[in-house]
């Protein structure tokens, strides 16, 4: 499948590094053809669903060998986990610039208006993905297990936002909590606006996902894919999980 923003030249300097043991290849090499990899197993995954997929579809698509694919993930499953995550990386770089004078609802709503114009086109794609992926994970274990794992890494994350804008360590039992309900905000929303998202675009179902599931709490799906207004419902959300302790300015 061709690559976007002249990736190509990148991945096939990765692959030339097949033969090598993966401790030969830089972690930047590494990093890169594990998102490759993890992009062509999700579109895969999408398609045809997981069962259906094997090992050596994945590596075909990719252009690697099978033994390469295994020498990065310990299952065809784990194959998902990078675009996974890419399903929290945007809000988590946003929270991370977020300045101690502006309110969440501000900060939000202009970062990701802005993103919304300037990510590069592999990134929306990759994001797509994720909402795939973070769909599928409805019905299929393995793949819920890798949409947990991005979840506790946002936990893991909110812990250092909200202690440094609280002035608490990390460690703190009252910063641990409001991350671990910040967190919690993050996983139901991002569930709700890829249900949402994937319905309006007329690819809400890929095979196995469960055409059930609807937002199930009552809010339009406007509210949630439109960039302003999803902003908002996530700094409501995250104050209220948080009982006011995170969204205000800082003085």
């Known amino acids: 499948m061709p690559l976007v923003d002249g990736e190509g030249e990148e991945l096939m300097n990765v692959m030339a590094t097949e033969n090598r043991p993966v401790g030969g ?33 994945i590596a075909d698509a990719v252009g690697l060998s099978t033994r390469t694919i295994w020498r990065h993930f310990r299952s065809k499953e784990a194959c998902a986990e990078p675009i996974v995550m890419q399903g929290v990386v945007t809000l988590m770089s946003v929270l991370h610039s977020w300045p101690k004078d502006s309110s969440l609802e501000d900060h939000l709503a202009g970062e990701l208006v802005r993103l919304q114009y300037e990510m590069r086109p592999v990134d929306l794609a990759d994001e797509m993905l994720a909402m795939k992926m973070i ?9 819920r297990t890798a949409w947990l794992m991005a979840c506790d890494q946002t936990e893991q994350q909110m812990r ?21 309900a910040t967190a919690a905000v993050v996983r139901v929303l991002d569930e709700q606006i890829g249900v949402a998202f994937l319905a309006g675009t007329g ?35 995250i104050r209220t999980a948080t009982g006011g302790a995170v969204g205000d300015p800082i003085a």
Request: glycine share 12%; hydrophobic share 35%; aromatic share 4%.
């Open 25 to 57: 290849m830089s972690e930047r090499r590494r990093t890169r053809l594990r998102l490759e990899i993890s992009r062509e197993a999700a579109r895969l995954f999408w398609k045809q669903g997981v069962a259906a997929t094997s090992g050596d579809q």
């Open 135 to 143: 769909r599928l994970a409805d019905t299929e274990p393995a793949l």
């Open 203 to 237: 690819t809400g179902t890929g095979t196995g996902a469960d055409t059930s599931t609807g937002t199930g709490t009552g809010t339009g799906a406007t509210e949630l894919t439109e960039v302003k207004a999803a902003a908002r419902r996530f700094a409501h959300a």
């Open 160 to 180: 250092v936002i909200i202690g440094d804008r609280l002035g608490r360590p990390a460690g703190d039992l009252e910063v641990r909590l409001h991350a671990a």
